[in-house]
DNA sequence: ATCCCAACATGAGATAATCTCACCTTATAA
DNA sequence: TTATAAGGTGAGATTATCTCATGTTGGGAT
């Protein structure tokens, strides 16, 4: 019934002082302000404004929708400002998961260096082992995973971000310590020491010992890389870790790491967005960030 | 381009939790909604909100939108009931001039009782001696006049306010006092007092004077009755005054009144409005409430 | 697995809102 | 009085929005 354009209508009349002056400034025919102005009128049953005074005399009612007009147009100016900022990718959100807990040696950081080039971004990050990431990718709950298991879906685009070898750390004191690489077999009388997240989701199980059906002697379970390096350190354990997540550690003498079967289990870890957002520049960047600093990691490291 | 009907479609689904409940409290279809949204997603460049988690999930750029229609619908709805109330004629503005300076007598009351009744009235008042005051009407400078002398004019409505004689006023001493009445001629030797206007603005030259082309001895200008009678108590004048507006001082016998002519120079006070507004429910009221006033004013006056 | 249901999307045509065009009326000044 | 500038108005064109009919999709039940 009363519209932001008849509010834009009289706030030009009033700037412009007539009815032709205010048509031309809108682009429209003096003839369709009066047309406005009649129907509003009609709408309301009120006059709004004198035309027969040079410049036009608003009435206490046109009075009252002009302040309407000031109070409501900057208000939608600045809304659609904000909107055209998302739009262009100047701001938006960021919501990550990942899904491999060793990650955070790169992923701080990255982030370090996004928030501070995208500061208008809203950015959150949050452990994706209890829950599937693509439906939350498709539910919007998440914008982005990091994962190496990517579940394909038509409207999620997965793009790879490096490579590596999943190794087994065990003591320097262990019976294995001078192994090139071990068997399934050789875990049979080991503690297996992981993350404590399902089976399903541990690589050490689906890619090695459970196709050579094997279980390991015991399980234990850490959240903390660095704890978990403390106990295989301690020789209470043997545990399975990205060759990056350990070689700071491999360098100060306190462990040793083996390869998983003669040939190795290497796993690539993705980033998934949704398809739709694959041009939103903030997270092109991010990927792109998030690749210099997981290779800056892999620096040195023996088969990265 | 944004327009309201979008914020309240955004709104009711945030209330509604999904399309189909929205569009039914929206008295539309539920397809409308999805072309809706279909249309400013696409204008705007950014989706909106999810529709397929229920209740349905807003995007920042959809929340950014619903706060936008938190802030402006309220304020459009407020100044909507605004509007309306002043359709209603509950409020409005009454800017009231007068043509007529002993008014005040009986426009103070009047005036009193008016603004109890109608706070939200803007009332004005100003004096009508310097213009034309149908002009200023039309113009919309004007709500009301109160004059003696209704210019006519198809868009102006008058309406009698009541009648009165034009009397001269003098001294108890003057050689007229004891007379009925006055000619013209008998001016010839006398001071006239009368208000600061011009003189085609003075009845007792327009229509008694001027007609016989009698010129008084000297004239003489104070813009306040109650000097104007103490002037003519004082013999230093004669003044031309409604008989209402000096009865209470011929009752104290300061001075003398007679008639002008043989049958009096009758008067009738008017009050004029805009045509358009004769329905206007205060400015009906204000007359009526006029009326009661001038009507007491003149109780127990001779000749009224 | 497959079917069903509820919810949303889509295309085409109907409807309504809004504009333009052409011409009329009114106020003001030369 | 006559220009002239500003507004008003009716009719028809345009554009926006809606409805109707139907298609698609995701999630749960059989």
Redesign the pocket.
């Known amino acids: 019934m009363l ?1 932001l ?1 008849h509010l834009e209508t009289l706030d030009a009349i009033r700037e412009a ?5 205010a ?1 031309e400034r809108l ?13 509003i009128e009609g709408r309301l049953g009120v006059s709004l404004l004198n ?4 410049p ?1 005399r608003f009435t206490v009612a046109g009075e009252r929708l002009l302040a309407l007009a000031d109070q409501v147009l900057p208000l939608m100016r600045q809304g659609l400002r904000d909107i055209r900022a998302l739009a262009e990718g100047q701001s938006g959100r960021l919501h990550l998961a990942i899904e491999c807990h060793a990650c955070f040696q790169w992923l701080m950081p990255a982030l370090d260096v996004f928030r501070e080039q995208w500061p208008q971004v809203e950015l959150d990050l949050s452990a994706a082992f209890a829950f599937a990431p693509v ?1 939350a990718l ?2 919007g709950d998440l914008d982005m995973v990091v994962s190496s298991d990517p579940v394909e879906h038509e ?1 999620v685009l997965w793009q790879p971000l490096f490579s590596h070898e999943l190794v087994l750390a065990v003591s320097r004191n262990s019976s294995l310590a001078e192994r090139e690489f071990v068997e399934p077999a050789d875990l049979v009388e080991e503690t297996l020491i992981t993350y404590p997240v399902e089976r399903d989701r541990l690589d050490i199980f689906t890619a090695f010992l459970q196709p050579a059906n094997i279980e390991p002697a015991a399980q234990r379970k850490t959240e903390l890389t660095p704890m978990m390096i403390q106990l295989v350190a301690a020789g209470r354990g043997v545990a399975a870790l990205p060759n990056w997540a350990i070689s700071e550690y491999l360098d100060h003498g306190l462990i040793r790491s083996l390869s998983l079967g003669e040939r190795g289990v290497w796993r690539t870890l993705y980033i998934g967005i949704r398809a739709e957002e694959a041009e939103v520049p903030y997270l092109k960047e991010f990927i792109q960030t998030a690749r210099q600093q997981s290779m800056a990691g892999l620096e040195g490291i023996r088969g990265a």
Chains 1, 2 share one sequence.
């Open positions: 519209g354009r002082g007539s009815l032709v002056e048509s682009h429209v025919t003096q003839s369709a302000l009066s047309h406005q102005l009649r129907d035309r027969r005074t040079r036009v439906p498709l539910r409207a």
